[in-house]
Nanobody
């Protein structure tokens, strides 16, 4: 079935930058919205940013002006450029995508396994 493969996570210093990538593969009719979520220790999973197939992006207030979500539809990939990283940005980041089944044309949400982002000096 559909898989999301994430890359780009790791250790970064406060104020530094990191770019996450998430590529979709498998039996895909089309990809509608894609997004990034994160979950820090002791916290609930929260939305970071979303991007529709076309149209405007959406960001959590905590990352506005510092994070940028983008996508390359030809590569079936969504990116999250993270600049001016703060320690509170440390979390497991999860990629998700709304996939349209080529057979049923139904939409389902697919999640990646999560990738660790650590912000520390």
């Amino acid at each position: 079935q559909v898989q999301l493969v994430e890359s780009g996570g790791g250790l970064v210093q406060p104020g530094g930058s990191l770019r996450l990538s998430c590529a979709a593969s498998g039996k895909i009719g089309s990809i509608e919205a894609m997004g990034w979520y994160r979950q820090a220790p002791g916290k609930q999973r929260e939305l970071v940013a979303t991007i529709p197939r076309t149209g405007s992006t959406n960001y959590a207030d905590s990352v506005k002006g510092r994070f940028t979500i983008s996508r390359d539809n030809s590569k079936k990939t969504v990116y999250l450029q993270m600049n001016s990283l703060k320690p509170e940005a440390a979390a497991v980041y999860y990629c998700n995508a709304d996939i349209i089944s080529p057979s049923t044309l139904w939409r389902k949400k697919v999640w990646g396994p999560g990738t660790q982002v650590t912000v520390s000096s």
